[in-house]
Every structure is written in structure tokens, then in C-alpha cells.
């Protein structure tokens, strides 16, 4: 069994995020993506201090896919430098970790 990912990004919008997740799901890149609260994030960019609030994606998807996927969110990002951040769920009900594993395969588990 291919290794579970969570992986995390954020959006400036809801309307960039959502445009995103369609994408990620279509190209089944990803099994599942959760839209959180928007949050404020605050930051130092370019020598500057930064606030801004973005609305956090935590996408399920495995090892194997990452690449495409980080591929996809920096070709699909306003931003210049996405956070794009991975780990590895070091436990997972194994039948969710194998649906995880069909819905980026393209294979469907029923």
C-alpha cells in the first residue's frame, strides 16, 4: 500500500480554493480536500511584515501523487510561493487509506 499523505495550502479566496479543489479532484491528484475557517495569517515577504487572511486546504492523497500534486498547486496558485507543506499519517484506518489509494489511482472502491 502507497504511503498516505496530508498535505497542506493555503488560498487568498474561497473562489481560488474551491477552483483548486475541482482541479485537484479531477485530475484525482487528491481523494479528499477539507476547506477550513479562514485564518490570518501573518508573515515576513519581500523584507515586509504581511498579514492576510487565506483559507487552509488539508488534502489526502499518497506519496505517490505528491509531485503532480505539488506540480498542480504551483502551476494553479496566485501566489508566486505557494506553502506547500507534506507529512506522512503515520496511522490510518486501513480501509480509508485504501480508498484514499483508488481515488488517486482512478480506480473506484465501492
Same mark, same amino acid.
Given at each position: 500500500?502507497?504511503?498516505?499523505?496530508?498535505?497542506? %495550502? %493555503?488560498?487568498?479566496?474561497?473562489? #481560488?480554493? $474551491? %477552483? !483548486?479543489?475541482?482541479?485537484?479532484?479531477?485530475?484525482?491528484?487528491? !481523494?479528499?480536500?477539507?476547506?477550513?475557517?479562514?485564518?490570518? #495569517?501573518? *508573515?515576513?515577504?519581500?523584507?515586509?511584515?504581511? %498579514? #492576510?487572511? $487565506?483559507?487552509? /486546504?488539508?488534502?489526502? +492523497? +499518497? !506519496?505517490?501523487? *505528491? #509531485? @503532480?500534486? $505539488?506540480? *498542480?498547486?504551483? $502551476?494553479?496558485?496566485?501566489?508566486?510561493?505557494?506553502?506547500?507543506?507534506?507529512?506522512?499519517? +503515520? @496511522?490510518?484506518?486501513?480501509? *480509508? !487509506?485504501?480508498?484514499?489509494?483508488?481515488?488517486?489511482?482512478?480506480? /473506484?472502491?465501492?
Amino acid at each position: 500500500m502507497d504511503a498516505l499523505l496530508i498535505v497542506m %495550502t %493555503t488560498f487568498p479566496d474561497e473562489a #481560488s480554493a $474551491e %477552483t !483548486a479543489i475541482d482541479g485537484m479532484l479531477a485530475a484525482r491528484l487528491a !481523494a479528499c480536500v477539507q476547506q477550513m475557517a479562514p485564518v490570518r #495569517s501573518s *508573515y515576513r515577504w519581500q523584507g515586509q511584515r504581511e %498579514t #492576510s487572511v $487565506e483559507v487552509p /486546504l488539508m488534502i489526502k +492523497t +499518497t !506519496a505517490a501523487r *505528491y #509531485s @503532480a500534486l $505539488e506540480q *498542480y498547486i504551483k $502551476e494553479h496558485h496566485p501566489y508566486d510561493v505557494p506553502e506547500i507543506v507534506a507529512w506522512p499519517a +503515520t @496511522a490510518a484506518l486501513p480501509a *480509508y !487509506a485504501r480508498w484514499v489509494e483508488d481515488e488517486t489511482r482512478g480506480q /473506484l472502491h465501492v
